[in-house]
């Protein structure tokens, strides 16, 4: 049968040698029946789930000024603030305003591929605003990049592989992402808080920062299944880069966020993606045949499976997570992709595609592909 629910998981378990395998073989059944879950006592005290909450949700209320300063297409990172209906997805605007970090980085050299460019310094707000923000969004995003690092580790346990199988597809100083989402309760967009899709990468690891319901997850009958926020712990959607690596073992979800009804009020989240090394390759791993069978047997359960939305990371389309990655986030994000994408003439190697990509996001009517290259 199709998932009707979605499983939580006890990380604590999985630190333990006598309970430990009874928590992969949980993991299993998400991984290969439902690929969500929420997972609780991660290790990450509830007081500063809190701060990052109460961070977050301040910097909404920021003066507009102060967050145009910081806004996403003053750079070619893809970091920064994004307005209200300035993100697509599946060909629609998201009715969400945003604040997109990452771990730090410093600029890349000119000599670096294209997409190495998403990796850079944030832009943060100003201390004299939110004098604590900065410090305590860099302690929560270290402390997630562990939690992130022993549950892809577990997953690869649970799938028959040792337990470092992912870690050539990790930089030293890998780059993490997360987001600071805000989705109001009113506005001519209010509906798509944010479209059906599939995270990126390997895993992310979502904070439900408010009480409000919103977030749905696809089942194989095409099924939303609501996903409800529950106190001290975070929802784990595994990403394409995990399916596309697992060969299809550890599927991706398609999963949505609906407004909230007028008079509720916004509803605020802040997802943590895991990221990895934007140089890998699409290889895939050698997963056990028993756990393929499992996988196989599971599909036949649920009568198959049912997609909504493009799968990106196809072996043989891309050469590199990094540009699987670039171009989404050009088809998120059509306007920074205008101004530091296609207009740049060393970018060769990407040309008509860029042109034509940004074009069908956003409708414009550029009709010399030699601009975007």
């Not at 696809?218 to 409800?228: A, F, R």
């Given at each position: 049968m199709s998932f009707t629910q979605i499983p939580i998981l006890d990380l604590s378990l999985a630190r333990e040698t006598d309970s430990k395998p009874a928590f992969l073989d949980s993991l299993r059944d998400a991984l290969l029946n439902v690929g969500f879950l929420y997972l609780k006592n991660t290790g990450i005290r509830q007081e500063l789930f809190d701060a990052v909450c109460a961070e977050g949700i301040g910097f909404f209320g920021l003066p507009e000024?102060?967050?145009?300063?910081?806004?996403?297409?003053?750079?070619r990172s893809f970091l920064g603030y994004s307005r209200l209906g300035n993100e697509v997805t599946a060909l629609k605007a998201d009715w969400r305003e945003q604040l997109d970090l990452s771990t730090p980085h410093p600029l890349p050299k000119p000599s670096d591929p294209l997409y190495h460019n998403l990796?850079?310094?944030?832009?943060?707000?100003?201390?004299?605003?939110?004098?604590?923000?900065?410090?305590?969004?860099?302690?929560?995003?270290?402390?997630m990049s562990h939690v992130s690092t022993l549950f892809t580790s577990l997953?690869?346990?649970?799938?028959?592989?040792?337990?470092?199988?992912?870690?050539?597809?990790?930089?030293?100083?890998?780059?993490?992402?997360?987001?600071?989402?805000?989705?109001?309760?009113?506005?001519?967009g209010v509906g798509q808080g944010v479209g059906p899709h599939k995270d990126s990468m390997l895993t992310s690891y979502l904070l439900q920062a408010s009480s409000h319901r919103g977030l749905q997850a696809?089942?194989?009958?095409?099924?939303?299944?609501?996903?409800?926020p529950i106190r001290g712990t975070l929802v784990v959607a595994i990403g394409q880069g995990l399916e596309a690596l697992t060969g299809g073992v550890c599927a991706s979800t398609t999963h949505r966020v609906q407004s909230p009804a007028a008079g509720e009020g916004a509803?605020?989240?802040?997802?943590?993606?895991?990221?990895?090394?934007?140089?890998?390759?699409?290889?895939?791993?050698?997963?056990?045949?028993?756990?393929?069978e499992?996988?196989?047997?599971?599909?036949?359960?649920?009568?198959?499976?049912?997609?909504?939305?493009?799968?990106?990371?196809?072996?043989?389309?891309?050469?590199?997570l990094g540009e699987a990655t670039l171009m989404n986030r050009i088809k998120s994000h059509p306007d920074v992709g205008e101004r530091w994408v296609s207009s740049n003439t060393e970018l060769r190697d990407y040309g008509v595609a860029v042109r034509l990509l940004i074009e069908l996001v956003s409708g414009s009517s550029c009709t010399d592909p030699k601009t975007a290259g």
């Open positions: 000024e102060e967050k145009a300063r910081v806004e996403m297409k003053n750079e990796l850079a310094p944030n832009q943060w707000p100003s201390p004299q605003h939110l004098p604590n923000f900065q410090s305590t969004i860099e302690e929560y995003m270290r402390q997953i690869a346990e649970a799938i028959g592989l040792p337990a470092d199988a992912f870690g050539a597809f990790f930089d030293k100083d890998q780059q993490h992402k997360l987001k600071i989402v805000k989705y109001p309760d009113t506005g001519d696809q089942n194989t009958k095409g099924e939303w299944i609501d996903c409800p509803r605020y989240s802040i997802p943590f993606f895991q990221g990895v090394s934007y140089d890998a390759k699409f290889e895939s791993m050698v997963v056990p045949d028993s756990v393929r499992l996988k196989n047997q599971a599909l036949e359960r649920s009568g198959g499976r049912r997609d909504d939305v493009e799968f990106t990371f196809v072996k043989g389309r891309w050469g590199h």
